[in-house]
């Protein structure tokens, strides 16, 4: 334990971006129940897609060091969604191989340009990327004066939101599995070291110009896939939300812990800073502050920014102390909460309903409840076995004394562990994964019974 | 910084350069630039004896004013010794093959279009392809006379070249109206960009500068709506200004890396608190609407009066702070910190220079500085709005980059600053003059910082830095 100390958890920048996702989406799910279902999960999906893929875009850069922050991630996406938008409606490319490839291809072709200026011209990035920033914001209102155009016809269906799993959730599956997959690789070794030194890089024979292009190729590639969703989240052409794009995508990366000086972060780090951001509107938009909505609305939005930035500052103490604490520990203990209260949330109607509608009858248990077995309808056989109370508690128990040993196991496993193993990965995904499979279900059975329901009761 | 006053370099108030070839090429700039100023008063039909006066006088100011300058910016050692200086016709090839590579490249890119295009071949566009080709020789190869200010001279060439491009191409371009038109808003945004100079030279950026312009803007025409008597709001809304840039020192201090997006998330917040503070029991939803006081207004409007002269105040206010805070940073000990600190935090530490006063100190103008631009604008536009500062984003960081102070700290100084934003206004007018619209405006202010900081601004090769 005195050498696990010494090594300590290098993911503990996580804590603060998880504690936060995990308030957030507690009080998201109690302030607007909306989001647990599958409608919900879509369009959230679907909106926060976009600034997924930039704040990993900015991620890969952030990586790089240099103080690389790409301020035009904003505008290059806008000019991607514009260029697929003008393309479309001159009819030159609509095909979704075509726009695909005219999307990365762009990304791809800019960063590049962008590597190359860095390493050739030797200019700081941050002076490359404010000129990229205001060429391209106006050369996005050159091609599109005003927001409009139609995005290509197979988009169409994309980003209605009213499914989970639409080909925008494939395309961001897909890019953190192709970021975890990367970071398997000893060139992600090679990125890390001359991100975190450059000079030692240099001095330890890492070609440091080719691991630059390389992490700028990558970058290319996340804003190519995130205009692609903002394309087709927006279904049109604007070139105005450049600016906004931008600040968010930077807000994103510095809330999910990555580190602007280089060396630090990852796709995990990205991925909850976006969601954070994207909670943030979403909570902020289940209140109502009449006409000063708006207002209220930056308050906070720059108040949570500020404050979890200054939480950041705790944790290398709190990490002093409590060494144990690994982001992985926070995230199991946490997730199991907020999944409790999610299906809470959803399965309220259900077994609400089945509760006053048939109050004489079993009323369902805890177990019957969160294990989400269907509700033991009159007549029909229950479908757990018929157990007395002692065997339920018996058997309760044995489940969780079971689930605890294997957590506490785990995450004492975790604290010692230099980098998130790839279990946590699948266990987050099967977790999530579980929860949408849940809601679905939830969605689907609900639209019948519920209006068979409220005929029922209507006389 | 440049410390070049050596023995003889300054006799009394006459500059003399150490280099010859810097004595004669201010002779030959001051000569063009009297003999042009002959020309033109010839040709107004002034009389011949004021004429002659008004040459004579502007040769011997600007003979003094550049040798001055030279002084300023020269290197302070002995000029380098050649590295083996090869001759002939291979040497002039391997010594500026980058220089003759770029003007061969320009040189064919203005025939094929003057070839291709009639409607090209103009005067104007034969002096500015001229021009053009100059600011490059100089900026390779005079401008490696200069020890520091290199971006401050590349700024100044190319700000004479605008101006003389646009005065040839635009009607009216040197008119009163429109070089106080220029200047004024240059003056907004020289005001901007007190603060942001100041804390790049420390390393750090304020993002919440035009969160602040436009909260100070509505707040202040809210308080004079209240009643509060304007003077007294003036100052409220400074202190609050300066208070805020305070808070954003105090909280960024220890985040140092992340001091764009702490100062982003003030901004947010600012400008979310004073729009609610402001729309409690209006009806409006945030519009603030009120009467500016006359005197606001002409501290800032076109038409503005100082002691009688046809200037806006804010000009001159303008010129008063650039004077203070250049002779400041240059000559006071607070200046003299604020480069120790940013060029290397460590060592400035170890000579007892507190790092914390000094960073919040420059937050705290910046702040300041923004309230009092937010102020200004009030009393142009008349009316509160809280997005006037917008365009202030990334504008205050492209003047002080093109000026040429470095975002690391430790360099630079608020007189590039004021050359980097007179550049963009006059930029800015010349594009507006030819019938350009705001996207291309931004375009090519995008594409002219990369090269103009490429010419000064390069770090170098990793090889060197280990």
Redesign the interface.
Known sequence: MVMSQSRGSQNTYLLVPILLIALLLSTAVIRGPNLVSLSGFGSAIIVSAPLILATFSLMALAVAGRGT?D?AVGPLLAFINVTIVKLNGLGIVTGPFGVILVALGIGVLYQLFFAL?IIF????P???A?????????????IL?RPGGTAPDWMSSWGLGNTIFSPILLIVLLAIAAWLLFTMTSFYANLRLMGYD??AA??SGVR?NVVRIGAHVIAGLFVGLGAICYTALIASGDPTQG?TMT?TA??AL?LGGV???GGRGGVAGGLLGALNLFLIGYVLATFNFG??Q?????????????LS??L??LVPVVGRYLYFISPFAAFVVLGCVVVGIMLHISTRDTYGVAVAGEALKADPDLLTRYLLLPVPQSGAGSALPDLTPLQKIVFGFAAILAVLTFTVRVMVAEAVSVRLGAFIYVFVSALILLLFLVVGEQSHATAIPAAGHSMEVAP | MSQTVGEGGRGGALFIPRSRAMIWFNLAATFVVAAISFGLGFWQGISAQMVILYTVVLAAVLFWLINYVTIIFETRSQPLEDTAAASGADGVWAGNRVLITTMAVMLIVYLLITATVPSFRTLGNLIAFLLLEAILVFAFKVSNRFAHGRSAFIGLIVLLALVVISSFTINGFLSAANIKAILLFAAFLGIACVGQTLVALLGGLDLSIPFVIGSSNIGLLFLIGLGVPPWLALVFVLVIGAGLGFLNGV?SY??Q??A???T??????????V??LT?IGSSF??NVFGTVPKWLQNLAAMNGRTFGLAIPPTILLWVVIAVIVIVGLRYSAFGRYIYALGGNRHSAKLIGVSEFKYWTIAYTISGFSAALTGCLLLGWSGGGFIGVGDQY??TT??AV?IGGT???GGYGGYGYTVIGVLVLQVLSAFLIGIGL???????????L??PM??LY???????A??
């Open positions: 922050v301020l200026i011209v030797r200019v700081q941050i002076i490359v404010l000129s990229g920033f205001l060429a391209l914001t106006g050369i996005n209102l050159v004066p450059e000079r240099y001095t440091i600016t600040l930077v807000t510095v580190s602007l000086s006409s000063t708006a207002f209220v609305t930056q308050l906070f939005y720059g108040l949570i920014l500020v930035l200054l950041t500052l | 909280l220890r985040l890396g992340q764009l997006i702490l982003l998330g003030m901004g947010f917040s600012i400008a979310g608190l729009q609610i729309s939803g945030g984003l990334f960081l492209a980059v470095s975002l690391m619209k705001y996207e291309w405006q931004q375009f090519i202010f995008g594409l910082i990369l900081v490429a601004g390069r770090a170098p090769h990793i090889r830095q280990v």
